[in-house]
């Protein structure tokens, strides 16, 4: 069955912090993706990255960074550098190979204070 | 280009009360997605819709829970009778096809039943 576990409820830092939140996952499937999505106040999630089970490369999006390892079947994602803006609930999710379902983590709720 | 809307924002109705919620997806987006969100956890899947016909509604509680898609493009999820545990966000993602990778949410009905 696919699962995924964030295990960090709730992080609170320091603007200026660099921040890594975790996710780990479990699936029987040799190609699946994985996502991170953030959640401001307002609602919505809004997709910030997709990486398939092929590809190990981590990747750099400005402050953003991913860090996927099968070996450990984790996705953690770390905010250098973080912002109040950052503040938010991230999502780490799973899907199968033709995106047909998504399973999302509980979460993780990220405090950047001033 | 307009997001995913959704109405109501807020809703606040009794137990055994019934409740509606409209979703109208992104322009040309062929799959529509209803989620529930409770409270501290991640989004799970009640329905998935391709054009006007269910994809996945496996874990739809088809006893209370109804929604429909009749032309394709906007949608409805209907609850009757309310029960304590259906308080909840419910969100509404929409993608371009059931094969693509990157959902966009609107903001969400958040329901309290009380």
Redesign the interface.
């Known amino acids: 069955a696919q699962k ?1 576990t ?1 295990a960090q ?1 709730e992080i609170s830092v320091v603007e200026k912090e660099d921040v890594t939140l975790d996710c780990v996952y479990e699936t029987r499937d040799t190609t699946y ?1 994985l ?1 991170w ?1 953030k959640q401001p106040p ?6 910030l990255i ?1 990486r398939n089970s092929f590809d190990e490369q981590n990747e750099i999006s400005g402050r953003y960074s991913w860090n996927f390892q099968k070996s450990t079947s984790s996705f953690n994602f770390t905010i250098t550098a973080s912002q109040v803006v950052d503040s938010a609930v991230y ?1 780490c ?1 799973l ?1 199968e190979a ?5 399973y ?4 993780t709720k990220l405090n950047v204070k001033p | 280009e307009a ?2 809307a959704q109405s109501p924002r807020y809703k606040i109705i009794e137990k055994r009360q019934s409740v509606a919620f409209w979703c109208n997806p992104i322009s040309g987006h062929a799959t529509l997605y209803w989620y529930q969100q409770i409270l ?6 009640l329905i ?1 819709f391709q054009n006007n016909g269910v ?2 509604d496996s874990q739809l509680p088809k006893d209370r829970f109804s929604a429909e898609r009749l032309k394709g493009v906007d949608s409805t999820l209907k609850i009757q009778p309310a029960k304590l545990e259906d308080s909840a ?1 419910y ?1 509404c ?1 929409s ?1 371009l096809s ?11 009905t ?1 329901l309290s039943v009380l």
Do not use: C, I, M, W
């Open positions: 995924v964030q409820t993706y996502f999505y307002s609602g919505e999630l809004v997709f997709r999502f999710a899907s033709n995106f047909n379902k998504f999302f983590g509980s979460g | 997001g995913v501290g956890q991640g989004p799970k899947l998935q994809v996945d966000v969100l993602a993608s059931q094969l693509e990778e990157k959902l966009f949410f609107g903001s969400g958040q």
